[in-house]
Structures are given as C-alpha cells and as structure tokens.
C-alpha cells in the first residue's frame, strides 16, 4: 500500500431491512372466533338434547291413557227415564249430505225422558214436511228394560 495511491472508498453495502415484526393479531383474532364458535355449538347441542328429551316425555304422556274415574249416579232413574226415543216419521239412509228428516231423528235421540221425548213436534204427517207442526208427537218412546 502505498501511501501517495489514493484508497478508493468501498461502495456503500445495501441496507438490509430489519426482518419484520410478526403481528399475531389476526392469529388471536381468529382463535377467539373460533372458541366463541365451538362454544355457540355446543350450547345449540346440549339444548336440542334436551328438547328431544321433553318431546319424548310429552309424547310417551300422550301415549298412555289416563284413567278417568268413572261417574256415579247423583239420582236413580224412574222408570220413565230408561229408554230410548226415536223418531216416528220416515228417515233416509245412506244420503251424502245431512237431510233434514236426518237432523230432526237427532233431535228425538237426544231426548232422555219419555215426556220430553213425545213433546217433540216438527213434523208434519199431512204435508209430509217440517214446515209447520201438526199437534202428534214426532218421536216415539221405547222402554228398555
């Protein structure tokens, strides 16, 4: 080296950047959703267990009749009240509609006692219709023994 050689300064070395920070935020961010996620799941599970359980319950209750005590007579009948009453004017079967001879043979059937039952007075034999009484009872009462 001599000293009159001018030295020659080195080029300048490209700096290198400094290696970046790692930035865990989106790391933590997703395993918070995902635990909040898991969590959410397992409640939604837990609770239609339960709800299944509760169905099963509510239809096996569903399923098994209740005895119902059976009614006891608060009075005797007479004799007139045992029978049935039945209708004393034509009525026709197998109509697909409800007839009006079939409405009123309803109505002597609901009667349970013998005056109420020939109390009844809708039809009229003459006109063969329902357009106004006669004055003879529609219904006729049948003793049972």
Known sequence: ?????????????????????KNHALTIILSVFLIIATAIAALLYFQNQKLIKELKQYQTSMVTPTPFPSPTPT??????????????????????????????????????????CLSID???????????????PDCVWTAEK
């Open 1 to 21: 080296m001599d000293p009159q050689s001018p030295t020659l300064p080195t080029p300048p070395q490209p700096a290198t950047p400094p290696p970046p920070k």
């Open 75 to 116: 009075q005797s009948l007479s004799s007139e009240e045992v029978g049935a009453c039945r209708a004393n004017f034509p009525v026709e079967t197998n109509t697909p509609e409800l007839t009006a001879n079939q409405n009123y043979a309803a109505e002597c059937s609901s009667k349970r006692t013998e005056s109420d």
């Open 122 to 136: 809708l039809y009229n034999t003459g006109l063969k219709d329902f357009s106004k009484p006669d004055g003879v």
